[in-house]
């Protein structure tokens, strides 16, 4: 087996176009998508051993496009933030850059003008960017591998959709000595000599300028965006944080978890980065494996759902035990029903339910614990269970760094129609859906005081 077939038989790699590379190319291209950073990348990795295996130079081809689904100008904002850092990574391992945006973003193009030889991508769930993956394959003339980076364990070895936290966790665990170890980093062996004449913006380059998208979405200063920013981070929250994260967790108006959702969810951070901190870290077994929880089992939980679930981000996606007694419920009253503007504007009778859609308006996040509540309310004041679940996405994908994420559709499928949980005591409009007051969410946490937090008004 020579040194290319070796590499494609690695599990994170899927072959989308056969064939052997271009033996006249000039390089080996990395289409970077998801995985937006130039350390512990497995793609780029890929692309780079399949480049040195060559002998040809390596070059990541990075062009964002205005018509990305829901994205509007708070996203793309932390998107562009992190482009220096990824120029800054490749040019220290010998990687070229080739930046460009819509209306000049075609690969197709691109693979013409550098010669390539082959293309490595990386993969992502969604509907959207699977169908680009699979239209590029078609009408690409040399071979196309996409390479599974944004998880820990290849998705693929999960073989098909797991109906709870608990199935998962034992497939994952199974897989983790394997599969939880840190990237190598190879450099590149032959420079990338960019052809005089080829057109690649400067790395600072504003890509949105200009461009038609939904700009009412303002950016925000809570989080700022690059593979630099969120190893800092990291850093904070393993040499502090993680210590309690446990018990600090479900308490929204503490700063006690990582806050590196937009990181993961843009890629500027890998989830092998952030494991193997948490794993190297001294803090005790119970933090670690309480985090690892969220991060591995729930978040490739998530993975696994829109990997599988066509329905992934509507109200189909529910278990049929949830459509049942939601419909059973149907025509039960709704004492109070708000308007998607009225929740949007977070003008509901519930300061903490203010609260939270505040903080996803001002901040571009939310607290977990109150993401739970903030759905299971929606689902309580809207006319039926599929409306709720339509706002919830429009809210959670317009407002959220992290939004347009498997975690989000998961979230929210979770809360609202009983995705990966079991049926409860039946109540009304819920059904056996599961139930969340604001008087028992006000017990665990102080909710005064998040609700001060997020309401009081600030100069800046
Ligand atoms: C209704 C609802 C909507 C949600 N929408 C999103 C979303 O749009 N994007 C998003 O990334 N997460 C979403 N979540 C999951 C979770 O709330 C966030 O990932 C978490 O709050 C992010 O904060 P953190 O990075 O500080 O998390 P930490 O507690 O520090 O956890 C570390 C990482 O683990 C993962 N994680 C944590 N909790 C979960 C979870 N419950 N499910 C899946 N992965 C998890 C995230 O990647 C997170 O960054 C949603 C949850 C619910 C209930």
Known sequence: MNELDKLAENPRVRVRRKGAPDRDGACVVYWMQRSQRGIDNPALDVAVDAANALGKPAVAFFAPVPFYPHANLRAYRFLVEGIPDIAAALEKRNIGFVLR?????????????????????????????ENWRALAAQKLRIPLWTVDSDVTVPSRLIEKEQYAAFHI??????????????????????????????HSLPPEFNVTDGWQIDRSVAPVN????????????????????????DKDRNHP??????RLSPYLHFGQI?????????????????????????????????????????????????????????????????????????LENAETHDPLWNA????????????????????KKILEWSRTPAEAHRTAVYLNDKYLLDGRDPNGYAGIAWSIVGKFDRPWFERPIFGQIRYMSGASTGKKFDSRRYIEQQTQPRMF
């Open 253 to 258: 108006e503490l700063d006690g978890t990582s």
């Open 356 to 375: 939270a859609q505040t903080q996803m308006v001002n901040s571009g996040w939310m607290h977990n614990y109150m993401r739970m509540y903030w759905a």
């Open 101 to 129: 945006r819509y209306p000049d973003h075609s690969l197709l193009k691109f693979c013409d003008e550098v010669k390539a030889a082959l293309v490595i991508g990386d993969e992502n769930p969604m509907r959207e960017p």
């Open 270 to 342: 890998s989830p092998l980065t952030v494991a193997l901190a948490v794993q190297k870290s001294g803090a005790p077994k119970a933090e670690r494996e309480s985090f690892m929880n969220e991060l591995l089992v729930w978040r490739e939980l998530a993975v696994n759902f829109v990997t599988y679930n066509p329905n992934y981000d509507n109200f189909e996606s529910g278990e049929n035990w949830a459509h049942r007694t939601l419909a059973a419920h149907a025509h039960d009253p709704r004492p109070n029903l708000y308007s998607e503007r009225q």
């Open 169 to 198: 966790r034992k497939k994952l665990e199974a897989q983790l000595a394997r599969f939880l170890v840190k990237p190598e980093n190879p450099h590149a062996k032959l420079p990338w000599k960019k052809p005089a004449k080829l």
């Open 222 to 245: 809570s989080f700022k965006g690059g593979t630099k920013e969120a190893l800092r981070v990291l850093r904070e929250f393993v040499g502090k944080k993680l210590f309690h994260y």
